[in-house]
């Protein structure tokens, strides 16, 4: 698609850069005749084709301009009720299609141009100009028509109609300022004793023009109440459902407080239980400590007494053979055999020592492993206490509390046998 098509004006081809679109209740064959009459010379008619909300929207999603022809509320209402049609079915018939073109236009303010049909019918200079600059042709003054003759009974009944109904009136001003339309009509004074000679006692109608106005009102009157009812129980229905989620909310909120209260009772528990073992595995790690110690005194003393040995062996050498001799070998005995002893003594001690590093290596490594749970249960308190918070700081924790104050003072009423 070229951008003349986007945009409006003509295409490559000489014919105007848009589609036409046309709704219910306008004559097509008329509509296509007036635009070929306001055409410029050379250039050919849009494309016509019948309104449908899924055409509409995919030529606007295309990114395409498209020219929508409608007729107004009073004059659509006039045409269908001359064609035998009921009232209620022409305005619920013109409210979806209305409807429909407003929401696509809404999504599509610069690709759809609604014009209303009494532009390209009527001729008012200021807008067509207006319709000119929209579509960017220099479109020519259509030919004098013969306006119809509408009956003043049926306008009567659609102004009641447009004037009874809040949604037509809603319409109607977002279409009228939101499209290229003329001012609407206004029923006159001619045009009323028109409608009321036409209901006299000449025609066949037996109430006149106030018994078709009262009836008129009153169905739009029902149409009305059966709206606002239907609005009344889907919005108890909404209530209902929201106090039902409320109800649920709050249960759900109880239930996960009572939980995360479980849980952090638990957890400090556990962490007096760490704790406590890790007071024992500290004292165990100190008389390990102290046991170590005493290994390295006997250590040096047994090289102590080693060195007093080998000093009284170095005295005995040079002795004469005696009294002094024997007492020496003596002496030298009893310390082989202290050395020897002692020498038990620090193999047992070594033992001992090494049965203590292991139990020592293995109590830090459990002290460690106590650390690192109690670490982990602490972080677990932590978020915790974080959720628990956030749940008092939520909106529905605050706006369940009044449900929450009522049962507790409930709880505190004395029962009745």
């Known amino acids: 698609m070229n951008s003349s098509t986007r945009h409006g004006g003509l295409a490559a081809d000489g014919t105007l850069g848009l589609p036409c679109c046309h709704l219910s209740g306008v004559d097509a064959e008329a509509l296509a005749s007036r635009l070929r009459d306001m055409q410029p010379q050379g250039v050919a008619p849009p494309h016509l ?56 236009r809404r999504q599509h303010r610069h690709g759809v141009i609604a014009v209303q049909d009494r532009v390209l019918w009527v001729r008012d200079p200021a807008a067509l100009q207006a319709l000119s600059q929209a579509l960017g042709l220099a479109l020519q003054p259509a030919k004098p028509a013969p306006e119809p003759e509408d009956d003043p009974l049926l306008s009567a009944l659609a102004a009641l109609a447009l004037a009874q109904s809040r949604t037509v009136r809603k319409l109607s001003s977002e279409l009228e300022a939101s499209s290229h339309s003329l001012a609407p009509l206004s029923l006159s004074g001619p045009d009323l004793d028109a409608a009321f000679q036409r209901t006299g006692p000449q025609t066949d109608r037996p109430a006149g023009i106030e018994h078709d106005l009262l009836v008129a009102q009153l169905k739009l009157d029902r149409d009305e109440i ?46 007096a239980v760490l704790r406590a073992q890790l007071e024992t595995r500290s004292a165990e ?133």
């Open 49 to 104: 084709f019948s309104f449908t909300a899924r055409a509409l929207a995919d030529i606007a999603v295309s990114g395409a301009r498209v020219m929508v022809v409608y007729r107004g509320f009073t004059d659509f209402m006039v045409a269908a009720m001359t064609r035998g049609q009921a009232p209620s079915q022409a305005q619920a018939r013109w409210q979806a299609e209305i409807g429909s073109l407003l929401q696509i």
């Open 226 to 271: 059966a709206a606002q009812i239907a609005e009344i129980t889907a919005l108890n229905g909404t209530v209902t459902g929201l106090r039902a989620e409320t109800v649920a909310m709050t249960a759900q909120h109880e239930a996960g407080m009572a939980a995360q209260e479980a849980r952090t009772q638990a957890l400090a528990k556990g962490c």
């Open 285 to 417: 790690a100190g008389t390990l400590r102290a046991l170590h110690l005493a290994e390295a005194q006997i250590l040096a003393e047994i090289r102590h007494r080693e060195a007093a040995i080998h000093a009284l062996l170095a005295e005995a050498k040079p002795m004469v053979p005696g009294l002094q001799i024997g007492d020496a070998r003596a002496s030298l005995e009893t310390l082989l055999r202290e050395r020897q002893e002692l020498i038990r003594q620090g193999d047992g001690l070594r033992s001992l020592l090494d049965r203590c590093q292991s139990e020592l290596t293995a109590s830090t490594a459990e002290r460690d492993e106590l650390r690192d749970r109690e670490r982990a249960l602490l972080e677990d308190l932590q978020h915790l206490d974080a959720e628990q918070q956030k749940i008092l700081r939520s909106r529905s924790w605050k706006l369940t509390e009044p449900l929450r104050g009522g049962r507790r003072l409930l709880s505190r009423l004395p029962r009745r046998n």
